[in-house]
């Protein structure tokens, strides 16, 4: 046998830090210190006797020979986690762990989880709400849903992703509020209290306005910056103001008569859903499953608020 698979504790580190570009990071993966990750690092270059990283600014990148031992060592892993996985593959039956956004978690997840459980009482759902991207190589997440405005933006090596459906984005609030101020057509907007989130990057105000081809070049818009969907969407419950909102997060309320949508102009962006999951995870029955249960709810209530409101979705 090769002597050089006693190194395989070195490769597994380098394969971690060539995935995120980051000693930190992959110490952070591996509940090891950041110094450790570098002394490895050092070890398989000096055994090597090659250079397998560059520095670029706060990025560890990889040199060409770096790229090909990368290439090979995930695909490496990624058969030897295939071959555990079949070995030790799970049941039906059993938990996953789902990670999503706060506001999705709040708003339509947990909601409708006792659907699910009415349907599958054999599998336990553990939610995990989180507004930023959690790794799932760690093993504590099984799946994650996701949203963004780009398929690609959200690929990574070593997971699946499936988009499975698209919702637009629409202006909303209470009204009582939209009796106060007299909304009737975007340009309205232009006196009213905006509900924005703080890193709302491209679904934001001043692309909705652009796209109602309305200046506010000159204008001083009344925002208030707010760091979740879910603490927006309380603020436009209780009349704060007007927020752009994922039609999925805020049928129920539109429904209800809590919220109204003032005119039938969505935001130019979509937001796409996806599901993210390791490509060799132990739990794929008990995933596509899950995965199945919620695409159809969604679609389900898709198609009750198209019925309802032609404007929404």
């Given amino acids: 046998m090769d002597r050089r698979l006693k190194w395989l504790n070195n490769l597994h580190c380098f394969e971690v830090a060539a995935r995120h570009e980051s000693y930190s990071k992959a110490a952070d993966e591996l509940c090891i210190t950041q110094a450790a990750i570098s002394q ?7 055994n090597l006797q090659v250079k397998l990283f560059r520095r670029s600014a706060r990025r560890m990148l990889l040199t060409s020979q ?16 295939n071959g555990l996985n ?11 762990t789902v990670s999503t956004t706060q506001a999705f978690c ?23 709400a989180s507004n930023k991207i959690e790794s799932l190589h760690d093993g504590k997440i099984d799946i994650a849903i996701r949203f963004s405005t780009s398929t690609s933006s959200i690929m990574e090596a070593g997971l699946e992703v499936h988009k499975f459906g698209e919702n637009g984005i629409v202006p909303v609030c209470s009204p009582d509020y939209k009796r106060t101020i007299t909304l009737n057509t975007p340009n309205d907007l232009l006196n009213a209290r905006l509900l924005s989130l703080a890193f709302g990057d491209r679904a934001n105000w001043e692309s909705y306005f652009e796209h ?23 603020a436009a419950l209780t009349g704060q103001g007007v927020m752009l909102a994922s039609d999925i997060m805020i049928g129920q309320y539109v429904k209800s008569g809590q919220l109204v949508v003032p005119f039938n102009i969505p935001h130019p962006v979509r937001w796409k859903s996806h599901f993210v999951y390791l490509q060799n995870s132990p739990r794929k029955k008990r995933i596509a499953l899950f995965c199945h249960w919620l695409a159809q709810q969604m679609e389900n209530d898709e198609a009750l608020m198209s019925l309802d409101h032609p404007y929404l979705g």
Avoid: H
Avoid at 40 to 46: A, G, H, I, V, Y
Avoid at 108 to 118: A, I
Avoid at 219 to 224: A, D, G, S, V
Avoid at 226 to 234: C, G, V
């Fill in 40 to 46: 490895q690092m050092r070890q398989l270059e000096q």
């Fill in 66 to 81: 770096g790229q090909i031992l990368f290439e090979a060592c995930r695909n490496g892993f990624s058969e030897i986690i």
């Fill in 86 to 96: 079949k070995v030790q593959e799970e049941p039906l039956e059993g938990s996953l």
């Fill in 106 to 128: 709040a708003l339509w997840l947990l909601p409708n989880l006792f659907k699910f459980f009415n349907q599958y009482p054999d599998i336990n759902i553990n939610t995990f």
């Fill in 212 to 234: 109602c081809s309305i200046d506010i070049a000159n204008k001083n818009l009344k925002k208030t910056e707010i760091s979740s969907s879910d603490l927006a969407l309380s």
